[in-house]
Each structure stands twice: as structure tokens, then as C-alpha cells.
């Protein structure tokens, strides 16, 4: 049976010389690898300053304990996002204000946004849904109107342009994850970004355990001083070193799942449903993955689609398969978020299928992965 993995690392040889140089140093965190990743990513997206980080998860809770959030603050997210985006939130101890979604782009509903907006209010966090950019000249707009911080999660969104921009380095921080399914991988890992060199040199600091001087700069070893809180929450430099080598080959994978993605999609006509659009006037999307819609009418069949791809050998996945409020975990837990109405998340929810697109796969995998869907769906519904 012929295998159509939804995601796959792509590792050659470059990735584990590198691995072995760490490994025969003497140095394996705190070391000058790590800060070469984030020169490097820095160059990439096009300016601002990078720190990396243990995930994409802690990358975001180190933003909000640089800009002094917690106990008592309110941070509006999207309800259509993995947990972690969240979890984050509540991680610092404050309240995450979960919002509907745009049903063309599955991104958070800036009117929405608005109507979330109370006294306690300090901060928006957008997702990049998919890699399709959110639309940030109105997020802010409303936030510099309102005096709000803008956090991005970016952990789908590598690649991704809002105009002429890459996402991330827009509002006060951007999020990005190397989780081995992303568009390049670390293992595990995640970079902290952010256009204000003074906010990322905070955050270094604050991810490790906020010493007054680093290894390197203490003159008499072992002497240092503590001078403010700090987490452990750093990349190594393992990690580090496989994201260099990555990020080199990052620029042939996005055209490689521009083309897979425009194949996917490309003459695909169905009464049961549609893409959600990969495609923006406003900007570029990194295309994480290819997400299909079902009709309302059909949507009940879900479950029963995604299995029959599985057993076709076609690996398949939900962005996302709950809206967050409706998670058990918030649902039973009410006194840590709130939640405004959200019945388009629910219905992306409830509605959706995404497929794979990655650099691991071929034309003929795409195909065979379009034809298979096209057939299962009129299956199914017959």
C-alpha cells in the first residue's frame, strides 16, 4: 500500500555532521551555536532580533513575562489554535479571552477583537492560521488605539509575508516552532522574535534564570548574581546546530510546497465542500498545510473520510479538531478564561481535513493524495 506520511523531517547528512561537531565541542548550551541560529533566522525573516528557545510554547510565555503579564490581564487569542497557544497564557497566570475566526481564512475575527476588549485587556495574540496571514494593519491599528501589546504565534507561519513583511516582527513579538511536522525542524525547539532589540536581550536573559553574567563573562568562575526571574527555557546547541543546516534548505521547501499545494487544489471541484483559501491579495502564505471544508450537510461524515484516507495509505490530520473553549479542560475549568461566541471555530472544527503538502512529498503523491480525496468524498456521500 503506497504511504502518503502528513509530515515528515527532512534530514540528510549536513544535519548530522553538524550534530557531531556539537557533540566532539566542549560546549553543548550557552554556546556560540545557538546565537548563529539566531543571527541567522534574524537574516531570514528580513530584520528584527531572534533568541531561540526550548519550543514554540515557552517562546510564547517568555513574551508575556518580558511584557510583565499575568495574574489579573486578559489576552484575546483566536478559539481555533492548538492548545499551547493558550496554555501560555495561563502559564503567567492570566486570562485567555477566546474569539471567533474569519470562515474564508480560518484567522482570528478582528471585529471580534473588538468586541473582547475590556479594562483588563493588555494584550491580542494572532495566530498565522495555516501560514495564511492574519490581516495586521487592523489588529494594529485597534491595538495601538487601545494601547494593547500584539503577540504573534508564528508556529505555522514560517515563510509567511503580510505585505512585504514577514509575520512575527510586526507587533511586539513573534513565536515560531522547529516541532519536527513544521517547516524546518530541531527536534524539538522554538525562536522568540521581536523588532525591539532591548525586549529580545530581556528575554535572553529571562530564559536563563536571569544571571548577571553569562558562562563566558564571569571572570571568576562560578560567581554571578541573580537579578531578576528567569525560567530555564533555552534551545542547545544539538538543536541549534540542526537549525542552521535546516534554515538553509528552508527557501527550496517553500517552493516545493507552493507547488504541491497549488496542485492540490488545482482542478479540484466538489459539491462537498471547498479549500480553505491558502491564497491572500495582502500578502504570502507559507502553506503549513492544505485544509478542506465540508459542507455542513456532509460534515457529519468527518470522522468516516478521515479514516478511509488513513486506510488508503494517506496521512491526514484537523486544524483543529476542538475549539478551545469547547476543550474539556477549559470547559470544566471556567474561572481561568472566557470566552466569547465562536461558531465559525466550531464549525472549522467540527468540518475540516487537512492533507499534507510538505517537501517530503511528490507530485505523484499529491496527486494520487487528490484523486483518493475526490473519490472518498463522493463515497461517502453517495
Known amino acids: 500500500m503506497k504511504t502518503i506520511e502528513f509530515g515528515r523531517p527532512m534530514i540528510s547528512q549536513e544535519e ?4 557531531l561537531r556539537v557533540l566532539n565541542s566542549p560546549q553543548l548550551v550557552h554556546g556560540p551555536v545557538s546565537l548563529e541560529f539566531e543571527d541567522a533566522f534574524s537574516t531570514f525573516i528580513g530584520g528584527g532580533y531572534s533568541t531561540s528557545t526550548s519550543s514554540a510554547t515557552t517562546a510564547l510565555q517568555l513574551a508575556y513575562m518580558v511584557l510583565g503579564i499575568g495574574r489579573g490581564d486578559e489576552v484575546i487569542v483566536t478559539s481555533l489554535t492548538h492548545v499551547a497557544t493558550a496554555n501560555s497564557i495561563v502559564a503567567v497566570g492570566a486570562t485567555p479571552v477566546f474569539v471567533d475566526v474569519d470562515l474564508e481564512t ?8 473588538e468586541k473582547a476588549i475590556t479594562e483588563k485587556t493588555k494584550a491580542i495574540c494572532v495566530v498565522h492560521y495555516l501560514g495564511v496571514p492574519v490581516k495586521m494593519d487592523e489588529v494594529l491599528r ?7 501589546f500584539v503577540i504573534e504565534d508564528c508556529a505555522l507561519a514560517l515563510g509567511t509575508y503580510f505585505g512585504s513583511k514577514h509575520v512575527g516582527i510586526l507587533g511586539d513579538f513573534g513565536a515560531f516552532s522547529f516541532y519536527p511536522a513544521k517547516h524546518i525542524t530541531t527536534g524539538e525547539g522554538g525562536m522568540l522574535v521581536s523588532k525591539e532589540e532591548s525586549m529580545i536581550v530581556k528575554a535572553a536573559k529571562t530564559k536563563a534564570f536571569y544571571y548577571s553574567k553569562n558562562v563566558g563573562d564571569r571572570k571568576i568562575p562560578g560567581i554571578y548574581d541573580i ?15 540542526i537549525g542552521i543546516e535546516q534554515l538553509k534548505k528552508l527557501p527550496e521547501f517553500l517552493k516545493v510546497r507552493e507547488r504541491n499545494i497549488a ?5 479540484f471541484s466538489s459539491r462537498l465542500g471547498q479549500f480553505l483559501s491558502h491564497k491572500c491579495t495582502y ?9 478542506f471544508v465540508l459542507e455542513p450537510k456532509f460534515a457529519r461524515y468527518r470522522d468516516q473520510i478521515l479514516l478511509r484516507l488513513k486506510n488508503l495509505g494517506i496521512g491526514c490530520s484537523v486544524y483543529y479538531p476542538v475549539s478551545l473553549p469547547q476543550a474539556t479542560f477549559y470547559r470544566l475549568h471556567p474561572e481561568i478564561s472566557r470566552s466569547l461566541s465562536n461558531p465559525n471555530a466550531q464549525y472549522l472544527a467540527a468540518s475540516s481535513i487537512a492533507l499534507g503538502i510538505g517537501p517530503h512529498l511528490s507530485e505523484s503523491d499529491i496527486l494520487f493524495t487528490r484523486d483518493s480525496l475526490s473519490k472518498v468524498l463522493e463515497e461517502v456521500a453517495s
Open 283 to 291: 500578502g504570502i502564505s507559507g502553506n503549513y498545510c492544505s485544509s
Open 16 to 19: 548530522k555532521d553538524a550534530v
Open 142 to 148: 485597534l491595538s495601538k488605539s487601545k494601547g494593547l
Open 227 to 241: 537579578v531578576g526571574f528567569g525560567l530555564n527555557l533555552r534551545m542547545s546547541e544539538i538543536a541549534a546546530a
Open 106 to 113: 480560518g484567522n482570528i475575527s478582528t471585529k471580534q477583537i
Open 263 to 267: 496542485l492540490l487544489t488545482s482542478e
